[in-house]
Each structure stands twice: as C-alpha cells, then as structure tokens.
C-alpha cells in the first residue's frame, strides 16, 4: 500500500512539473466549502428586456449602462481566469448580460480554454446572436452552451422577453449550437405562477424530442427591481409533479456532488429533466461559485450587496501574488447562504446585485 501510494504520489508531482503546473490548492470558505467554479458576467448589456431580470420599464433607452473603459478587458479577464486556477477553479462559465453581444467573445474563449486547469468553458445565453457565432465559439474550445427559452408559446415568450424576439429566432440559435456540434445542449427556463406555468410540459416533450436537457428554474428574488413576491413561484415539486402527470418521470442521482439541478429521467424512453430549486431547496451547503462582474467586482453569492473590486488593484499594477491574496481572503471569510435563510429574513435584503449584472 505504501509502494502504490508513493508510486501515485510522483506521478501527480511529474505531471505537475511537466506541465509547468503550480499544484492547485483547496481554499475553503468559512463554512468549509471550496472554490470550484467561476461564473464571468462580460457585459451588463443585453438584447432582450426579460421581465423577471431587466424589465423594459427600468431598463428603457436611456439606462446608463457601464461604459466599455469600466469593463475589463479579455486580457484582464484571462490574467484572473489564470489566477483563479491556481486557486482550484477548474470550471469557468461566461454570462451577462448577454454574452454574444460583447464584440469577439471568441477570443476570450480562446484565451480561459488555454488555461492550465480549466477543464471546462461554458456559456449561458438568450441564443438570438448563436446563428451568427456558435460555429466560432465551438472552434476557440467553448465545450457547452445552455440557452434560456422560457415557452414555446409565442405570446407567452414575447412577453417574457419584453417583445425583443420572436421564439424562431431562439430556436434558430438552438439549431445552430446543435449544428456547430455542441451536445448535450441545456435549455434554461424560468417559471413564473401565472406567466409560463401552463406551457412547462410542452417545453419538457420539445426537450425529449430533440434530446435537450431542459432545465426548470424557480423565479428568484435576484436584484430588487423584477417584483419578486413567493406567490409568483412554482417550487420545483410541484413543476416535476405537473409534469410527471403527462410524461413519467424518475429521480436521477447527480452527475457530480454539488450539482446545482435535480435530475429526472423520462420512464418511457431516453432524455431528461433538471429543475433548479434554489427558493424551496435551497443548496447553499454545495455553493462552490464565485463570480467575477463586468467591471472586475468579486461577487461569493448571487444575493450579495456589494462585491470585491480586483479592477483597482488590477490596473494600479499588482502582482499576481498580491491579486492571490484578496480572492484568498475574500474566499476565507465566505459565509454566504442567503437561500438557507431568506425565509427567516423579518425584512427584505434592501440592496442586492442585479442578476442582468452578475449573471445567472
Ligand atoms: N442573457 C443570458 C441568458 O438569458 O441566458 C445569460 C444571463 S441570464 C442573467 C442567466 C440565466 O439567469 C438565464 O437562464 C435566466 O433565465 C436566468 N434568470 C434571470 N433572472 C432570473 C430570476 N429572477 N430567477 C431565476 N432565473 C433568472
Ligand atoms: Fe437578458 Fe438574460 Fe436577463 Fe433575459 S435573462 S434580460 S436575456 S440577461
Ligand atoms: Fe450560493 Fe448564495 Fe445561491 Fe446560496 S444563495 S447557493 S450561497 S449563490
């Protein structure tokens, strides 16, 4: 036993000196939970004026977004991407905003996949812009995509997207991720009471039909401005419930600990369901993400108010060594687990990140 561990041990060292690796060290928060993920916000702009994240309302023609000398750029991106890796991030996630309209994404694609450590780059997106882009994401290493449709009922989607597109522009960007090859493809859609509750089995049967995985999210109280009240949600049982009536369903265990949704396959064929719990079952235990804003703020929850500017001390010329140390003590002094207690909250949380900001 001795022999085999010694054996394993210069191997991880080889490999680690031949790939000019720094090892990865675990960095545990407060309550003991590890860095894993990062989630990269590229842009707080976006094409679409979905009412449960930017209503059009708020977000009108005159709505002061950040100004591109504020963004960082794919270079300062990439430099953190980098640093983060050292750090045990291995899985790296761009959002918004919608991450298609910042000019040439690709190419930070290009640089996050040639990162020692990132063994996977994915993307969420509205899917308008992906006819024009997925074969060129595919190409710079971009290995997932998960497309948010909320219904297959033109009005309804309509609605939903704040009359910014129609559903054939959606499902002209999910055939085109299909064609640029990438698979499984994720479909993201969030269910509002009243709103989209009615269409989720037509969503879950267009998902089995073209072997997507569709993904149920409860609407969320992210931000302070989409009007967010409990009686707008459907929790997760009753979605699986409505709709295991028409197509049976089963438990699947996840994919890996931690996993975000909650699976279920379909008992009369191949395919599944994923439905995202984060009102009812809330999995903070399992939170391993960080999150990076456009403008370099570090974000440890999606309900945080306020986050950790790394741009300031990125761009008055700090080391790497020292950029190290902050995400390090940022991360320590985690103890983030807004879901866990939101409903033993006596007021609402007054400031909180938009999710248009920091992404989903
Ligand atoms: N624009 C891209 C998109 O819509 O896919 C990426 C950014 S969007 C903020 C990321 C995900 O967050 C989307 O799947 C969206 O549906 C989801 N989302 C936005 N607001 C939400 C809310 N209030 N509750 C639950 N999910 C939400
Ligand atoms: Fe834009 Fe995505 Fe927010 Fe919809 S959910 S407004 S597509 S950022
Ligand atoms: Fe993670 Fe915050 Fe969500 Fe909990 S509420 S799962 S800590 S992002």
């Known amino acids: 036993m001795t022999i085999t561990l010694t054996v394993i041990t210069f191997i991880c060292l080889d490999c680690a000196v031949l790939n000019n690796h720094r090892p990865t060290s675990t960095l545990a928060d407060a309550l003991n939970r590890p860095l894993r993920d990062l989630r990269i916000s590229v842009t707080d702009r976006c094409n679409f004026r979905c009412t449960y994240c930017m209503p059009a309302e708020i977000f009108g023609e005159r709505y002061q977004f950040l100004p591109r000398s504020e963004l960082l750029t794919f270079e300062e991106i990439a430099r953190l991407v980098r640093l983060f890796a050292r750090l045990g991030v291995h899985k790296v996630r761009l959002t918004g905003g919608e991450p298609l309209v910042r000019q040439q994404i690709e190419r930070l694609v290009e640089q996050i996949a040639a990162v020692d450590g990132i063994d996977d780059v994915a993307l969420t997106t509205n899917g308008f812009l992906l006819p024009q882009q997925a074969g060129a994401l595919r190409a710079a290493g971009l290995r997932r995509v998960t497309i948010s449709l909320d219904s297959l009922d ?5 609605q939903m997207n704040g ?4 559903l054939e522009q959606v499902l002209a960007g999910i055939d085109a991720a299909r064609a640029a090859g990438f698979a499984p493809i994720k ?6 009471r009243g709103v989209n509750d009615h269409t989720l089995v037509d969503l879950a049967r267009f998902g089995k039909d073209n072997g997507y995985i ?24 009753e979605i699986v419930s409505r709709i295991d009536a028409v197509l049976p369903l089963e438990p699947v265990p996840p994919n890996y600990p931690g996993e975000v949704a909650r699976r279920y396959r379909f008992r009369d064929g191949p395919g599944e369901i994923g439905v995202i719990a984060s009102v009812t079952q809330p999995f903070c235990g399992a939170c391993t993400r960080l999150r990076l804003s456009p403008e370099g703020s570090l974000f440890t929850c999606l309900f945080a108010a306020a986050g950790t500017d790394l741009r300031a001390p990125l761009r008055a010329g700090a080391s790497d060594d020292e950029l190290e140390q902050i995400v390090r003590g940022v991360w320590r002094r985690r103890t983030d687990r807004y879901s866990e207690i939101r409903s033993s909250l006596t007021e609402p949380r007054q400031q909180k990140v938009e999710m248009y900001h920091i992404g989903g």
């Open 214 to 237: 569709v993904r149920f999210i409860e609407f969320m109280d992210v931000g302070t401005r989409n009007g967010w009240a409990m009686e707008h949600v459907v929790p997760a049982r």
């Open 154 to 158: 033109e009005d309804v989607f309509r």
């Open 187 to 192: 479909i993201n859609a969030v269910v509002q």
């Open 163 to 166: 009359d910014r597109a129609r």
